[in-house]
T-cell receptor, first 115, second 111 residues
Framework: DADVTQTPRNRITKTGKRIMLECSQTKGHDRMYWYRQDPGLGLRLIYYSFDVKDINKGEISDGYSVSRQAQAKFSLSLESAIPNQTALYFC??????????????FGPGTRLTVL | GESVGLHLPTLSVQEGDNSIINCAYSNSASDYFIWYKQESGKGPQFIIDIRSNMDKRQGQRVTVLLNKTVKHLSLQIAATQPGDSAVYFCAEARRGQNFVFGPGTRLSVLP
């Protein structure tokens, strides 16, 4: 979805390096999410934020941190990358769901390889 | 593009046939379900959703069926086209809770 962008699209790094993945959205949504996707597994939630002042851990937050710089920007950091963090990373957004719609809109993904 | 779900179950159908993709969900308290389509190298795209107070919902060429008794969800695609080739996965959620995503099924459309 062009309304949700992620940078970089691909990144190769070495063990121990600090990496930041960035996500921007123009949908005006308050809620933003970071997921990782591994072969044969469903999307797993790393962190989520319901507004600029709200940050919550997801299912697999160890080894990751996030920053919600603005309503439109949500970045994911790997403080010291390790090989098992090699995966596809997706950012997503959603509206509050009060009007009924709760679907999430995903960015194109970032392929991260940790050597 | 990158492939995802290297070890996913695969459904192969002839172009023009109907496809049925199944999903077993885990939480009987889930009240909202979504089907997503993920093409190679892209993020998941919303296809259709259904709430637990319904057992069927139709979209353009797609139908979702919900069987709460056995916690089963299915996605039917009519007249499958080559552009339907992708990984399809379901997601479930209970109000106030985050989504849980299934691992997905790869749909391959044969000419």
């Amino acid at each position: 979805d062009a309304d949700v962008t992620q940078t970089p699209r691909n990144r190769i790094t070495k063990t121990g390096k600090r990496i930041m993945l960035e996500c921007s959205q123009t949908k005006g949504h308050d809620r933003m999410y970071w997921y990782r996707q591994d072969p044969g597994l469903g999307l797993r939630l790393i962190y989520y934020s319901f507004d600029v002042k709200d940050i919550n851990k997801g299912e697999i937050s160890d080894g990751y941190s996030v920053s919600r710089q603005a309503q439109a920007k949500f970045s994911l950091s790997l403080e010291s990358a390790i090989p098992n963090q090699t995966a596809l990373y997706f950012c997503a957004t959603s509206d509050t769901g009060l009007a009924g719609g709760r679907e999430q809109f995903f960015g194109p993904g970032t392929r991260l390889t940790v050597l | 593009g990158e492939s995802v779900g290297l070890h996913l179950p695969t459904l192969s159908v002839q172009e023009g046939d109907n496809s049925i993709i199944n999903c077993a969900y885990s939480n009987s308290a889930s009240d909202y379900f979504i089907w997503y389509k993920q093409e190679s190298g892209k993020g998941p795209q919303f296809i259709i959703d259904i709430r637990s107070n319904m057992d069927k919902r139709q979209g353009q060429r797609v139908t979702v069926l919900l069987n709460k008794t056995v916690k089963h969800l299915s996605l039917q695609i009519a007249a499958t086209q080559p552009g339907d080739s992708a990984v399809y996965f379901c997601a479930e959620a209970r109000r106030g809770q985050n989504f849980v995503f299934g691992p997905g099924t790869r749909l391959s459309v044969l000419p």
